[in-house]
C-alpha cells in the first residue's frame, strides 16, 4: 500500500493567514493526489485534484503544489469557514489511501 | 446534480454483517461509466477506503477488508451496497459513500471522490 503522511498534524492560524499544509507519499503517484475539507460532523469536500486543479466552486485562495512524492495545500488568506481538517489522498493505485489528517484552528 | 444517501442499520452486534445501502439521485448510476466507492471514518480518526464497484459490477477492495467485503450494485434501483462480515468494534464508524470521478488534468485522466454521502454512523455493540 502507498503511505500518505502529513504535517503538521494539527496548527494554529488567525484570520488572514497564510497556511501550508504538506503531504508526503511513500513511492511514486506522479500528481495523483486529491486533497479534501471536512468540517465537523460533515462528509468531506474535495478542494484541489491531480495536485494542483482547483475544484469547481473552491475559492482560489486554496492552491496546491507537488515536488516528487512531496504536495502541498496552501491557503493563501485564512477565513473563517477555512477552520477544518484537511486530508491529501493518493489515487494512483489501489487502496487509495489518505493522509491521516491536518486539523486548522483558531 | 448527483446525490448519494446512505441507508442502513445504526446498530450491528459483533460478529454479524453490516449492510449499507446507497441510494444514488438527481442522475443515473450507469451514466459516466463512474465507480461507487464505500469509505469510513472511526470517531475522531482518518479516512479508510473500503472498495469500489463498477456500473458492471466489477470490484476492487481494500486488502484488509477483503476477506470480509462485499460491495455490490442495483442499477435498477440506482443503489449500491455494502456488506461487512463478522464485525467487531473496530468496525464502529461513520461509513461514506461517494462516486469516483475522472477528470482530465496535465495530459492525463485523474480519479477523485465527489460527490459524498452524508455519511451514516454505524455502532458494533452487543
Known amino acids: 500500500d502507498i503511505q500518505m503522511t502529513q504535517s503538521p498534524s494539527s496548527l494554529s492560524a488567525s484570520v488572514g493567514d497564510r497556511v501550508t499544509i504538506t503531504c508526503r507519499a511513500s513511492q511514486y503517484i506522479s500528481s495523483h493526489l486529491n486533497w479534501y475539507q471536512q468540517k465537523l460532523g460533515k462528509a468531506p469536500k474535495l478542494l484541489i485534484y491531480?495536485?494542483?486543479s482547483l475544484q469547481s466552486g473552491v475559492p482560489s485562495r486554496f492552491s496546491g503544489s507537488a515536488f516528487g512524492t512531496d504536495f502541498t495545500l496552501t491557503i493563501s488568506r485564512l477565513q473563517p469557514e477555512d477552520f477544518a481538517t484537511y486530508y491529501c489522498?493518493?489515487?494512483?493505485?489501489?487502496?487509495?489511501?489518505f493522509g491521516p489528517g491536518t486539523k486548522v484552528d483558531i | 446534480q448527483v446525490q448519494l444517501q446512505e441507508s442502513g442499520p445504526g446498530l450491528v452486534k459483533p460478529s454479524q454483517t453490516l449492510s449499507l445501502t446507497c441510494t444514488v439521485s438527481?442522475?443515473?448510476?450507469?451514466?459516466?461509466?463512474?465507480?461507487w466507492n464505500w469509505i469510513r471514518q472511526p470517531a475522531g480518526k482518518g479516512l479508510e477506503w473500503i472498495g469500489r464497484?463498477?456500473?458492471?459490477?466489477?470490484?476492487n477492495y481494500s486488502p484488509s477488508l477483503k476477506s470480509r467485503v462485499t460491495i455490490s450494485i442495483d442499477t435498477s434501483k440506482n443503489q449500491f451496497s455494502l456488506k461487512l462480515s463478522s464485525v467487531t468494534a473496530a468496525d464502529t464508524a461513520v461509513y461514506y459513500c461517494a462516486r469516483d470521478t475522472v477528470a482530465a488534468a496535465g495530459g492525463s485522466w485523474h480519479n477523485y471522490f465527489d460527490p459524498w454521502g452524508q455519511g451514516t454512523l454505524v455502532t458494533v455493540s452487543s
Open positions: 489522498q493518493q489515487s494512483y493505485s489501489g487502496p487509495f489511501t
Open positions: 438527481g442522475g443515473s448510476i450507469r451514466s459516466g461509466n463512474s465507480y
Open positions: 464497484i463498477y456500473t458492471s459490477g466489477s470490484t
Open positions: 491531480a495536485a494542483s
